[in-house]
């Protein structure tokens, strides 16, 4: 069973551009989170998608943004970029509810390395 | 809301010895609790959880867990450490329902090492 995938795993942007990073995740699943880790801030709960909405906000400004499709693949988007969001995103997916013991667990992807110059 | 501590930001064991990663939790209602494990220039893979049973919980590498309600703590063991442990390490609890159902709190993490 495929893990969950990010693309593009490292990428290079310059301050005022925008960004799209985008996230599948395991089969089955339809709840996909995106988190951001700094060295400074460790990880940081950006939103969560179920079933296409958005379920969980964390406290971002409104330049981050994300969405889901029908097929549970997700996008997020940081618009007007800042030097401050160098940082590796990371997105996880899971079952989305807790009928099940498995549907308590999230999984992580290997993350999308976003360095802003 | 829920939050997670973990008091050491670095534990440093010799290879073959027992190793013990702290973490202490918040939360409002019964804790679904996990730990995971960072490698360098990696994303989170999934180590263990607790939701209900044993309070000793194992999970992949040879790690356990031991959930304690009265100390609100569920500390990461090992009984004999390898060099390939050697890691950063992250506590999480998540929430039981909700609209917060899918987001994981984290700890700041405790970077494991693990000398021959």
């Known amino acids: 069973k495929a893990g969950v995938t990010q693309t593009p795993r490292y990428l290079i942007k310059t301050r005022g551009q925008q960004v799209t990073l985008s996230c599948s995740p395991i089969?089955?699943?339809?709840?996909v989170s995106w988190y951001q880790q700094t060295p400074g801030q460790g990880l940081q709960f950006l939103f969560e998608?179920?079933?296409?909405?958005?379920?969980n906000k964390g406290n971002f400004p409104g330049r981050f943004s994300g969405r889901q499709f029908s097929n549970s693949r997700s996008e997020m988007n940081v618009s007007t970029l800042e030097l401050g969001d160098s940082a590796l995103y990371l997105c996880?997916?899971?079952?989305?509810?807790?009928?099940?013991?498995?549907?308590?667990?999230?999984?992580f992807g290997e993350g999308s390395w976003l360095t802003v110059v | 809301a829920q939050s997670v501590a973990q008091p050491e930001d670095q534990v440093n064991v010799a290879e073959g010895n027992p190793l013990t990663v702290k973490c202490t939790y918040s939360?409002?209602?019964?804790?679904?609790l996990f730990w995971y494990v960072q490698y360098p220039n990696r994303g989170l893979q999934f180590l263990l959880k607790?939701?209900?049973?044993?309070?000793l919980v194992k999970g992949s590498y040879g790690f356990e867990a031991e959930f304690n309600k009265s100390q609100t703590s569920f500390h990461l063991k090992k009984p004999s450490a390898l060099v390939s442990d050697s890691a950063l390490y992250f506590c999480?609890?998540?929430?039981?329902?909700?609209?917060?159902?899918?987001?994981?709190?984290f700890g700041r993490g405790t970077q494991l090492t693990v000398w021959p």
């Open positions: 996880a997916s899971s079952l989305g509810t807790t009928g099940t013991k498995e549907g308590n667990t999230i999984y």
């Open positions: 089969s089955g699943h339809r709840s």
């Open positions: 998608y179920f079933s296409e909405t958005q379920r």
């Open positions: 939360v409002s209602g019964n804790p679904y």
């Open positions: 607790y939701i209900t049973g044993d309070n």
């Open positions: 999480a609890v998540r929430d039981t329902g909700g609209s917060t159902l899918g987001r994981l709190y």
